[in-house]
């Protein structure tokens, strides 16, 4: 839970039931197009030995090639590239939109991660699993839950009995239970 001035948010994940392989998504494909990426900024930046991740490009770096990618990169590995830059980038001011209670900050953070989810990564509507993340005030979260579970279970009786909707409670970062 946060608290935002007088009002405090709960996270609620709600699954749809859909399950289907990873691997049937072209998720793997994806994962060869971000190092194939990588190995080019790497080049860029003058560093061609070294292992071909976006995770060794540092957000200062790519910002100084972002030019040169948006002429020299193929359409395709930019828009991952993108995806996975942006995503980087919105991960820390996400927390610190968290940490300040600033929800409708973060919320247009998760709905921007969605969106380049779908068009910069190409991934889906709801990830490869099929969840949505909503943040609801903490006193309406069981009656959201519900009201969910209910309203599913009527346009999707079959999917609505292998998709749970949990509502979650935040700490303090990860941590063994």
Known sequence: MVAM????AQPVITQ?????????T???TRVDECRAAAATMLRMLGRPAETPLLGNVTLEEYDSLKERLEVELDPVLLRRSRHFFEESRRVHEGREAWA???LS???ALMSSSGMSSI???ECGGAGFRGCCVALVLADEAFNVAEHVKREYSKIQPELSREAPVLILDTGDGARVL
């Open 5 to 8: 001035g007088q009002m405090k």
């Open 16 to 24: 749809w039931g859909i399950r289907k392989s990873i691997i049937a």
């Open 26 to 28: 072209g998720y793997n």
């Open 100 to 102: 300040a209670g600033d």
């Open 105 to 107: 900050r973060f919320g």
């Open 119 to 121: 068009v910069n990564y």
